[in-house]
Structures are given as structure tokens and as C-alpha cells.
């Protein structure tokens, strides 16, 4: 294979041997796998030089790879000769694409994870202004922190394992009612965020507030007939790309914070035009509502 053809053609290359230096180096992989030490130890370098290949979607390379490593743990040393098979290249781009998606997700609750939030958050951000949807160009995006209120007494009084049914059926819940383009993660523990692109303050604060009010209604005692759970949510909107994820986090667990002082139970959201903290529906008649001096700008 000529060292000079790029990374991309590479891609869609159908020689036998394994990628051309030219292509390790770009990737950061080294040029050639030593035929020296443990085989154990070759297969692992193969394995690695794999998933970077898989990263950049050059499959055929990364099966190669992955198949050398396969020789060498059954003992084959002539593992860099070999050719693929179109199923097989299938087969490794599935698995590939599950093995990210799993990478995303939560183990316990199957809900994104907070690498996959801090991700997406950050891109979201950033490409604003080049986003195709107008709406999310024009209105921002919303970032919503849900805390499960005396989720310790919870698992002090019901054990953990039944502390993670609720934290199941929390997720359950909270994505019942996101909008298309929205999504839900685990921000850690017993809290959770709530993304929502396109949305402003207003619809915002009422989908949380209509989450709130489904999570106080839920039949929680046909899991324990002394269990009742509530939640208390901050909502914080940025209309640009001056925002920055630790500052939009930060508004949405100040005001998170400010629910629970104020009784929680409850949504908070800090009004566009005054600057003050208000609690949506019912909890908005409540008399004390702290009023924390913003941080964030």
C-alpha cells in the first residue's frame, strides 16, 4: 500500500495488509506493532491501534487489528497476513457504534451519563449560531438540575438496591415528558439534568414544573406503602453563545439550591426581566423565597 494515500482514502482501501505508516502516524499509533514480548502483549497493541482506527470509522484497518490480536491470543504469529470479510467489517462497525452509545449512558438508570452531558452541552454551546434548527439559534437552551428531595432517608430506610428502583423510575418519568431534542442525564447520585434546546424560560419552567407535579402524583406507594417522593428543580436559559457549561450549570444549581431552601417541592427560575426568583405553580404562593444575589451574569 502507498505510504502517500491519505487517512481518508484509507478508509474505503481494500488491500490485504495492514494501514500504511503514514496512517498510524496521523492517528497516533505507532508504525508498526513489534514482533517481540508475550503475544499477550502484541494482541493488546493491536486491540489499541483498533480502536483508534474504529474512532475515525476505518474499519477494514481496525479489523485487521482486531483480527491479528485474535491470531496472536490463539497462538497464529503470522498475524499481520490476513485478509477481512465485508460481514465482519459489519460486524465490528455495530459493535463499535453500541460500544459508544454505551460509553453515553448511565449503567444503573440507562439515562445519559455526565460525560455525555458536559459533551453535548459544550457542543450545543458552542455551535449555536450554526445550528440548522432556527428555533435553538433564535430562543437558546434551557438546563434544568433535579434533586430527589430526602433521597438519603430513602436509602437509609429501604436499603439501596431499593433506592435504585427509584432512581429507575425517576428517569422514567423525567424523560416522559421531554419534547423532541431534549434529553435527560445523570448529573450524579440522586441528581439529574433536564437539556432542553430551543425552548425558552416560559416553556421551560412548565415542562419542569409538569414534571414535578407528575413525579408528586406518581403511585409511589405501590413500591412501598410509606414511600412518597418529590423532587426540586433550578432552571437556568442562555439566549447565546456567551454562556459557558460551568456558568449555565452553575445558575441551575444555585437556583436548584434556592427551591429546596424555600420548601422544595418546587421549581425555581430566576425572571427575565426583574432578576428575581420565582417558584412555578402552586409553590409560587409560598411566603419566604430566598433571593440569592446572581453569580453567573
Known sequence: MDGARSVGTLAHGTNSTLPSDDVHAALGIGASIPRTGSAGA??????????KLAEQGLWEQAYRHLHAAVRLLHGQRDAAETSYAPDELDRLRREHAEAREQSRRDSLTASYNRRYLDERLAALLDDLDDLDDPAVRTTGICVALVDIDHFKQVNDTYGHLFGDRVLQRMVAELDAGLPEGAFCARYGGEEFALVLP?????????????????IDRYPWLEMHSALRVTVSIGVAHSAGRLAEVERLIGEADELLYTAKQAGRNAVAFRAERSGRVCLAGPAAGRRAIPQPARTTG
Not at 42 to 51: N, P, V
Not at 199 to 206: I, N, P, Q, W
Open 198 to 214: 430551543g425552548r425558552d424560560l416560559t416553556e421551560a419552567v412548565e415542562i419542569c414544573e409538569e414534571a414535578r407535579h407528575r
Open 42 to 51: 502484541q494482541a493488546a497493541q493491536h486491540t489499541a491501534a483498533a480502536e
